[in-house]
Each structure stands twice: as C-alpha cells, then as structure tokens.
C-alpha cells in the first residue's frame, strides 16, 4: 500500500482507476478502507480514479498513541496534503461517518479543492447522545480495559478473512486493531470540533449528496435531513438502512455514480473563501497501488 507523509506520519492511500476525475473516499471511525473499496472498484469501472485515503490512526496509516494528534481538522488537512501528494487540483471528496465530517472540515480549510461532496451518515447536531452512549463504553474498555481487548485482538487477528462477507469482514478487521491508538483516537475527537459550524456550512456551495437513513441514533436521519437543506448545493438520498451500500449496493451506487457525473459536467461558481495549500512534508516516494 503507498503513503505519503504529513507532520512526520505516514498516511495510507489506494488508487483504482485512471484519469482526470478524482474522487476521494473516507472510512468510518476506526475502520479500514476496505469499507469503501466495493463502491470503488464500481466508480472505477465507470472510468472515475478512486482514492481511498486512511486517516492517521485508521487502517494501514501510522497509529501514535498521541491523543494531541487526532482531529477533524487535522484529518481535513491530511486530506488536503494528499491531493496535493498527487498533484490533484480538485477533486469530489466523500466518506462515511467519520469520512463525512472529514469531507466538510476539507471544504472549510479548502473550497477551492472541492468538486463535490459525498456524505453518508453525518455525525451532527441529533447524534449527541447517541454518540455519547455508543463511545463512552467503547472509550472506557479500550483505555482501562486494554489487556483484555489485547486479548480479543489477538483471536481476531487469527480469523481468515477470506470466507466472510463484507460487514463481517469490516467488524473484524476494527477488532483487531491495536486498542491503545483507538483509544487515543477517540479521545482526540471527543475534545475537538465534530464538524463545522452551521453558519459556516451554509456556505459551502459544493454540489452535494448526502445519504441518510432510519432507525440508526449515531447517525440520525434528522442530520441527514437538516444538512442537505442547509448545504447551497445539497440533496438528499434515502437508504434503507445502515448497511444497504455494503449489502445491496446497486441502487445507491447508481446513485453516486451519476452525482459524481454530474460534479463533472459542469463548473459550479464558487463564491467560497480561497486560502493557501498547505502541502505534506518529508514526502515518501511516490507509488501507484493497482486495483
């Protein structure tokens, strides 16, 4: 897998497909990019180059036990060091949960960068105390119950992934990470900024597809809903539940494909601030991963 450096970590990327029209894909929060390759493969096949990018204790990328070290913000910027890693002017930035707060801290620092926005169940205003509830438990056995969870990594680790389907796959692959740097992640994202504010989203005139669905606290439909109303540019997709993209993927995928086209076809005027690149240091030599 290639990576490329920013502020002395390496940060973990794969690329599917050739040409001109980027797109960027996020993970959720702890998870690998493998929840992501299906859709890209897909767009891929559809003639789109595909970059799934693994935040900085996520997946294949450097893991630190800084808490200091995790942020939306910082996961913005590492975004933005990527594109600039592979000389990539603009590109349509998306991702899942995590990835989708991502994609909105890129369009704060960087507009200009953004072609589009892909966001799948956006983690706002109504999933407080469904996150609350959801990562507190999860925070207190990855930090004080560490040996333990050392232990059920260790069995995961030796469970093949061949055999499984997908979801099962993603839920083995988050539990056998190492729980010291997750706890750190969260830790980190529990004393920063979840998103940018709502003022400051209205302004973000990128086209936009955001995917919501029911009867999930973390990810509330009511976000969902009240994003794409405030997003310029925004629309609204319904799925069917948390996991249709990873189960039945041909109708969403549809979907994003032709929002993907259509950020294309043509140039939306952008009234949005432009500010400097900030560009990765101590780059790696640069590498090309095959689909």
């Known amino acids: 897998m290639p990576f490329f450096e920013s502020e002395d970590q390496r940060i973990a990327y794969s690329v599917y497909g050739e040409g001109p029209r980027v797109t960027v894909l996020l993970p959720g929060l702890l998870l690998s990019q493998r929840m992501q390759e299906p ?9 789109e180059r595909v970059v799934l990018m693994e935040p900085l204790g996520h997946g294949g990328s450097d893991r630190p036990r800084d808490m200091w070290r995790y942020s939306m913000s910082t996961f913005g910027q590492q975004v933005i060091a990527l594109l600039d890693e592979l000389e990539i002017e603009q590109a349509v930035i998306g991702g899942t949960s995590l990835g989708a707060n991502v994609t909105l801290e890129v369009a704060s620092a960087a507009p200009e960068r953004v072609r589009g926005m892909l966001l799948e169940m956006p983690v706002l205003d109504n999933a407080l105390l469904g996150a609350a509830i959801a990562f507190t ?10 040996p333990v969870m050392k232990g059920v990594q260790a069995v995961a680790r030796r469970i093949p992934r061949a055999p499984l389907p997908l979801i099962a796959e993603i839920v083995v692959d988050w539990v056998s990470q190492d729980p010291g740097p997750s ?20 302004t973000f005139d990128a086209p936009a597809l955001v995917i919501g669905h029911p ?3 973390v990810h509330p439909f009511s976000d969902a809903d009240m994003l ?14 948390i996991v249709e993209l990873r189960t039945r993927p041909q109708r969403l995928t549809g979907e994003i494909a032709a929002f993907v086209d259509s950020c294309w076809a043509t140039r939306t005027a952008s009234s949005a601030r432009r500010r ?16």
């Open 39 to 47: 859709l890209a493969e897909a767009l891929a096949e559809r003639g």
């Open 137 to 146: 438990p999860l925070l207190v056995a990855l930090t004080f119950g560490e």
């Open 183 to 202: 706890a750190a992640v969260l830790q980190g994202l529990f004393f920063g900024r979840i998103a940018p504010h709502r003022s400051e989203r209205r």
């Open 215 to 217: 009867r999930d606290p």
């Open 228 to 241: 794409a109303a405030e997003l310029p540019n925004g629309r609204l997709l319904n799925a069917d539940s």
């Open 276 to 291: 400097p690149r900030r560009r990765a240091v101590r780059r790696s030599p640069r590498r090309t991963a095959t689909a």
